[in-house]
C-alpha cells in the first residue's frame, strides 16, 4: 500500500503540532520576573482566579488552625475539604497550558495533601501529627511563592 505525500505531510503536521503542545504543557508561558523569581504570563481574569483560589488556600490554613486550636475536628476537615483537589476540577485547559509543570505539580501536591489533612482529622489523628501535616503543606506554599510571581500580560 503506498501512502500518499499528502498523508505523510498531514502525519508530520500533526506531530509538529504535538511537540509544540506538549513544549507548551511542560513550560508554560513563561518570563524573567521583576525579581529573582520567574513570571508566569497569564490574562488579568485568569490571574485573578489563581489568585482568588490561593487566597482560599490561605483562608482554609487558618480554618485548620483555628479547628486545631479549638479541638474542632469537624471545622479542621471542612477547612480542609475545602482546599482538596475538588477546588481544582473546573481549570481550563488553556490556562493549565499556561502554568510551567513545577507549579502545576506543587498546586496539585498541595490539594492532595489538603485532602488527606480533611481524612486524617476525620479519623483522629492526633493533633501535633495534623500540625506537622500542615507544616509540610505550607512549604509548598512557601516554596512556590519564593520561585514564581504571576504577571498579568496583554
Sequence with gaps: MKISKLALAAIALWLVTMTVIAWFFVHGNVTSGTDDRTAIVLQPSERIMILREMRGMLSATQGILEGINQGDMGLVARSSRAAGMALSVDVN???????????????????HQMDALAQAAETGTPTPELLK?????????VGCHSAWQLKAGD
Excluded: I
Excluded at 93 to 109: D, E, N, T
Excluded at 133 to 141: I, P
Design 133 to 141: 501535616m500542615l507544616s509540610t503543606m505550607l512549604t509548598y506554599c
Design 93 to 111: 485547559p488553556v490556562l493549565m497550558a499556561k502554568l510551567p509543570m513545577p507549579f502545576k505539580s506543587m498546586g496539585m501536591s498541595v490539594h
